[in-house]
C-alpha cells in the first residue's frame, strides 16, 4: 500500500471521500490535491472536501447521507457523531419500471459439472440433508450425524456431506398465526434445495405443532417437480422426450408416505434404538445419492445468492462493485441471481423501482418494504438499528451510507422477480435473472432464506471480517481490503482490495469471482469455509408469536 495520503471519491458531485491508507492518516497530511487534514482521519472514514457549514447536506455517492450538525471544515473528519441521518424515502410516488436496463449480450459457452435433479434444478454439491420438524430433536440428530459421517459416509465417496438442518422452531409457538407461514415454508423449501438431490429424510418428535405432514405435505416434492418441468418446458420452448415417463414416476411419487424418524414412535426402546433408525434411513438415502455423477450444464444452472456483513466503507468501493460487475455477467449466462436485506435496500429504494422490469415488479418490492416497515414499528425500531459498531468503526456512518454500497451488489441487469420471505424461485416461477428475495439483514437469517429460495451458491463480501459459512451451500468470501485479506489469507477466498490499490479493475476482480464460482460450482475448488468446515446455524425467521 502506498504511503502517499490518498482518498477515494465516488460521484463527482460528492464534498465527501474516504482515506484509502493502512492505518488511517494523521493530522497534517496532505493530499496530492492540496487538501490538508485538520484531525487524524482513520481508514475508510469520510473527510471533508470542502468547507461544510452546519446544516449542510453531506453527499456521498451523489446521495445525501446525512446533514451536519456543526461547521466542518474542508479536510475535517466526518462520521456518525457529526451527522444527522436524512428520514426514510417515502415509499409514496415511486419510480416504476422507469429506467430500462442496459443491453447486453449474452454470455455462452460457460459450463460447470453439477449434479442435475429431477425438477429441473441442478445442485453444486450432493449432500444428505436430515430435516428437523422441532428443536428437541437437535441433540439426537447431531449425534447421528456424528456417526452417520464416521460409519456410513465413507461407504458412499461421491456424497459429500451429511447435514443436519437443525433450527429453533416447531414447538411453543402461534403455529397457526398468519406470519408463521414464513418459517414453515422456509424449511419446507430448505427441505428442497437443489444440493440435496431430491432426498427428503424427516426426523421428528412426535408430539410437535409442526408436524411432518404439515411441514412437507404428502407430493409436494412431486407436484413441485412436475410444476418445475412444466415451468422449464415453457421458458425453453422444448419438451424432453424422456419428461413423460419422468412427470408420470413424480406424479405416482405424489402417493408415497413421507420418509420419516419419530423418536417418540414406540419402536423406540432406549436412545440407540433412535440412532439406529436415523442411521438405517439415511443408509438408503446415502446410497441414491451415491449413484449420482457429476455432469456438464450451462451455467445458467447456478442461483447465487449475494450478501454482505461486516461491511465497512470499502465494501461499496470494491468488494460490492466487484460483485455488482459479476452478477451482470450471471444475468447474462442466463443464471439467478438474488440480492436481499431489506433495511440495506430500503434507503435505495427508488433506485430500484425504477430498475423493476415490469411496474408488478416494482409493487412487489414497495410491498415488500412497507411489510418490513410495520415489522420493525412493532419493535419501536427503524432502518437505523442495522448500522453495527462495527460498520461505524469501518467508516460507514450510517444505514444511508451503507444501502447506497451495498445495492451496488446487483450490478445494472433489470430486477425481474421479487420473493417474499421463505419462498422458493421455483415455486414463484421463476428461472433465470435478477431477483430481490425480501429477507432480514442478518447474515445468518439472510443466509438460511436464501438457502430456502433455491441458491446453490453463495457469495458473501466482508470489510470488517466474518468466519460465516454455510453446511448446505459452498460460500465464497470476498475481502473489501487488501489488509484483511492478507490477514485473513486463509478465510478469505478473494482480495478485491487490490481494486483501491490501483492493482486491479473491478472488471479484472469481477471476471476473477466469476471463473472462481465456476470451479467451485464444479468442486474442482473448495472455499476456505468448506475447507475448514466453517459454518452459521441455520436460523428461520419467525414473526409470528411464541407462546
Sequence with gaps: MSTTPLFIKMHPLDNVAIVVNDGGLPAGATFASGLTLTQAVPQGHKVALVDLPRGSVVRRYNVSIGETLKDLPAGSWVNEAVLHMPPARSLEALPLATQAAPVLPALEGYTFEGYRNADGSVGTRNILAITTTVQCVSGVVEFAVTRIKTELLPRY???????????????????????????????????????????????????????????LPRGTIAIQAVAARAIESRATARFDVNSAQSDSALESAAEAPLDVVCLQSDNHVGFMSMIDSIMQSADKHLARLNARRRETVPASALVVGVQCGGSDAFSGVTANPAVGFCTDLLVRAGATVMFSEVTEVRDGIDQLTSRASTPEVAQAMIREMAWYDAYLAKGNADRS????????????????????????????????????????????????????AATPASDFICGTLQLAAGMNLHVFTTGRGTPYGLAECPVIKVATRTDLALRWHDLMDVNAGRIAEGSASIEDVGWELFQLMLDVASGRKKTWAEHWKLHNALVLFNPAPVT
Design 157 to 215: 465417496p461421491n456424497v459429500d456431506d451429511v447435514v443436519g438442518l437443525e433450527h429453533t422452531y416447531g414447538c411453543g409457538v402461534a403455529i397457526d398465526a398468519p406470519d408463521a407461514i414464513i418459517p414453515i415454508r422456509t424449511l419446507r423449501n430448505i427441505s428442497l434445495n437443489p444440493n440435496f438431490g431430491g432426498e427428503v429424510m424427516v426426523v421428528s418428535l412426535g408430539c410437535e405443532k409442526l408436524q411432518p405432514e404439515r411441514l
Design 385 to 436: 438499528a442495522n448500522t453495527t459498531p462495527g460498520n461505524k468503526k469501518g467508516g460507514l456512518s450510517n444505514i444511508v451510507e451503507k444501502a447506497m454500497g451495498s445495492i451496488v451488489k446487483s450490478g445494472s441487469a433489470a430486477i425481474s422477480g421479487v420473493l417474499s420471505p421463505g419462498e422458493s424461485l421455483r415455486q414463484n416461477g421463476i428461472s433465470s435473472g435478477l431477483v430481490y
